[in-house]
């Protein structure tokens, strides 16, 4: 680990300038991705701004009904408060079939959504990587790509967006709250915080510099059965193959999202549309132009079972 300097914020505003005028600095608050980053020379922060101290760890009801979600809720705590059980169960059991307990004890809400990849390419230092270096090629092109995506890649980038929360998230039509370093917010819909990777993967979000993340607010509760799905090559602590995340209502429509496929948890309203038709319909639209490759194509027809999966389990 290379060296680097250190201070605690004391507000968002003073967090998120000092990060703007600062080369190289980066947000910390759980650090449970970013330190392992750090340790192998992947992420290299000159200064880290911890964001711990900003009291942004509150669950609270909306004036239309809704939850606001502080950026540095923990995930156990996200994951088990009463109100998110009863009305958005699927983030919940989103947030569970994600990593330990001992890590969700650490890691935040807006840590969790700013993960990065598990490519393995992106983690080894000795292959060439555009997200970790712009510019240098992406060695899984060409290389062993089962966990990979399947669609929204390009000719730069073929890595998958990891997490779960953020899966449930985007079905559920979640919003993220930032401020920047002058003290102005703004709202991103989920459905464009995270970025298709184009020619650009290591711009992985709809952040600006600087700019950090305050809370996520979900909408009022959506009436349904609320599913989870994750298929994974072990039972625990292992990232999607696929998942799918769905609220299903009694007359068959719903929404649902999906991830282990895409740079960013995969939604078609097209396809949500067509949930009342079944899974092969769902499928066939939101995998409308997919360019898997000979190690992931697996996962073209894993996804149309996974849906149904998810279907059947909603009528039970």
């Not at 711009?203 to 607010?217: H, K, S």
């Amino acid at each position: 680990m290379k060296p680097f300097t250190y201070q605690r914020a004391k507000t968002p505003a003073e967090a998120a300038a000092a990060v703007a005028r600062t080369p190289d600095a980066k947000f910390i608050a759980g650090g449970t991705n970013l330190l392992d980053l750090m340790k192998l020379e992947i992420e290299a922060p000159a200064h880290l701004i911890d964001v711990q101290d900003l009291k942004l760890d509150r669950i609270e009801k909306t004036g239309d009904g809704g939850l606001r979600i502080g950026a540095l809720v923990s995930n156990t705590a996200l994951a088990s408060d009463m109100r998110v059980r009863r009305d958005y169960a699927v983030l919940t059991r989103a947030i569970v079939a994600g990593a330990s307990g001992q890590l969700r004890n650490k890691a935040t809400t807006a840590g969790n959504l700013l993960q990065r990849t598990r490519c393995p390419y992106f983690y080894d230092t000795n292959q060439a990587c555009n997200k970790r270096r712009p510019g240098s090629g992406c060695a899984a092109i060409g290389g062993y790509s089962r966990q990979l995506g399947v669609i929204g890649t390009s000719d730069a980038c073929i890595a998958t967006y990891p997490g779960d929360m953020a899966v449930a998230l985007r079905a559920l039509d979640a919003t993220v709250e930032t401020v920047d370093a002058a003290g102005a917010t703004r709202s991103i819909p989920m459905a464009d915080f995270h970025r298709l990777w184009g020619d650009t993967p290591h711009v992985e979000t709809a952040l600006a510099r600087g700019e950090l993340v305050t809370a996520v607010t979900l909408p009022r509760p959506v009436e349904g059965t609320h599913i989870y799905h994750k298929v994974r090559d072990r039972a625990s602590y292992a990232f999607a193959l696929v998942s799918v995340a769905a609220v299903i209502r009694k007359d068959g429509t719903g929404q649902l999202a999906v991830g282990g496929i895409a740079p960013r948890p995969w939604r078609v309203e097209a396809a949500d549309a067509a949930l009342p038709q079944g899974a092969k319909a769902v499928a066939g639209r939101l995998l409308a132009g997919a360019r898997p490759t000979q190690d992931n194509a697996f996962k073209v027809p894993l996804v149309e079972r996974t849906i149904a999966a998810v279907l059947a389990e909603s009528k039970a």
